[in-house]
């Protein structure tokens, strides 16, 4: 393994400055899921000073407030304290539970981290989309607010190196704030993926409906594991606007999904796996 070193601070600020000095030698270290298998493999974008920010003690908590919002610290490990840890997504007749939160095992994988991964295969965001969340960013001129959808834009050269997030050599990533649902809003997380736990997404769809009675007032569907970054496809939030959310409408939604996309050689099957998933996702939401 590479040679590195730790620094393990105390404070936001701490953490910044350090960042701020080593520019991109050095990485934030959360859970270390990635980060560490970069350092095994000695790949060359594996940081040489790790600035490990478990040791700041208030980035690890699930606030909700009076309306229902709810504001995830940037350490709150995924699997055992956004699920396990009694967190009830059902909680004032709201969200349904994500997979994309709960159906992973990441027993240490932190809620920055499953944003920050370089190429975006991840399961946070898109689900995240769909809940019109954000995140707050420490940087050294302040916190700065961006909708996860600003987040993770797709590949792009950030301080000299292409990611699939906007966030910079020194910056934290240290809250995702969800709004308080609206009465009558549905959520579902679907995903296709080769093993049973523990895999990137081959395709997945986050759906987030706003419903008056059984009408689809607004919509947001998103598709993983088939672009560059979660795939907000706005023909079909257009196409279900207005209309009555069924099993019937379940089955017309994927005529209007991914008409542009451009498949390569040996992937086109992803297009079907996410129409696929568009359908099961709004039929669950329809059987509600
Ligand atoms: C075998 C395997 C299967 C996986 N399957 C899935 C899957 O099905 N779905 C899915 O969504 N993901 C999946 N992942 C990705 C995994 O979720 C991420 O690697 C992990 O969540 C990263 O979290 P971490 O806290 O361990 O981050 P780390 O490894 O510590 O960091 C990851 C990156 O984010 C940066 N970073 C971390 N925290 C912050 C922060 N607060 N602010 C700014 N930058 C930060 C780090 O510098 C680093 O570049 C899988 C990974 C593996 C190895």
């Known amino acids: 393994m590479k040679k590195i070193s730790v620094y393990r601070p105390t404070t936001i600020e701490e953490a910044i400055q350090i960042l701020s000095l080593h ?4 990485g934030v270290y959360a859970g270390g899921t990635d980060l560490l298998i970069r350092l095994k493999n000695r790949l060359k974008q594996a940081p040489t000073y790790l600035v490990d920010i478990k040791k700041i003690n208030n980035l690890r908590y699930i606030k909700e407030d009076a309306q229902g919002g709810v504001r995830i610290g940037a350490l709150t490990e995924v699997w055992c304290q956004y699920l396990r840890g009694g967190y009830s997504c059902w909680r004032n007749g709201g969200y349904i539970c994500y997979g994309a939160i709960g ?27 769909t809940l019109d969340a954000k995140v707050k960013l420490a940087t050294p001129s302040g916190i700065k607010e961006l909708t996860v959808e600003q987040l993770v834009p797709g590949d792009m050269m950030v301080d000299g190196r292409i990611q699939s997030h906007v966030v910079r050599f020194n910056e934290i990533l240290t809250e995702v704030v969800i709004p308080p649902p609206r009465p009558d809003f549905r959520a579902s997380f679907e995903k296709l993926r080769p093993r049973g736990v ?39 939030e257009e196409f279900l606007k207005g209309k009555t ?17 451009a498949p390569l050689k040996y992937n086109a099957t992803k297009i079907d796996m996410a129409k696929g998933l568009l359908t099961s996702g709004l039929e669950k939401l329809a059987a509600l």
């Open 198 to 236: 523990w895999d990137f997404a081959m395709a997945s769809t986050a759906l987030g409906l706003q419903l008056r009675d059984k009408t689809i007032e607004d919509a947001r569907v998103v598709f993983g594991g088939i672009s560059g970054k979660p795939f907000r496809e706005r023909s079909v």
């Open 23 to 26: 520019g991109t030698e050095a």
């Open 103 to 129: 159906d992973n095992s990441y027993y240490h994988s932190a809620m920055g981290g499953r944003l920050c991964y370089a190429v975006y295969p991840g399961d946070a965001a898109p689900a995240l989309i």
């Open 245 to 261: 959310l069924s099993a019937e409408l379940a089955g017309q939604a994927p005529s209007q999904a991914l008409r542009d996309a």
